[in-house]
């Protein structure tokens, strides 16, 4: 088993920033993958960045790349969610996710993962 818990979540007006972070229970093992969905209300829930490990790679939904930035510290075992230019379409319960093992990196974001956290709420006002 392997715990997630998210930090960061807050409000901010449009064009604002925020910093979501995920700290792992315990290391993940071959390859395997970390990343971020988010459900808004009466919506299914959506993938939103990820990153593979031992070697990093990362990949995004088309709805946020060039404004969100994954990174993962594979020596603390945590994840972190750069979101820049917020808009009120990002607002939603953020949640960290993991796959170990992880199939593919390519289909992890269409996927339900198995570890989820417990979510973080991001609100985002114009």
């Known amino acids: 088993q392997v715990q997630l818990v998210e930090s960061g979540g807050g409000s901010v007006q449009a064009g604002g920033s925020l910093t979501l972070s995920c700290a792992a229970s315990r290391a993940l093992y071959g390859y395997n993958c970390m990343g971020w969905f988010r459900q808004a209300p009466g919506k299914e829930p959506e993938g939103v960045a990820a990153a593979s490990g031992p070697y990093t790679t990362t990949t995004y939904a088309a709805s946020v790349k060039g404004r969100f930035t994954v990174s993962r510290d594979n020596s603390k075992n945590t994840l972190t969610l750069q979101m820049n230019n917020l808009q009120p379409d990002d607002t939603a319960t953020y949640y960290c996710?993991?796959?170990?093992?992880?199939?593919?990196?390519?289909?992890?974001?269409?996927?339900?993962?198995?570890?989820w956290g417990q979510g973080t709420q991001v609100t985002v006002s114009s």
């Open positions: 996710v993991a796959d170990s093992p992880c199939p593919a990196l390519s289909t992890f974001l269409t996927r339900r993962p198995r570890y």
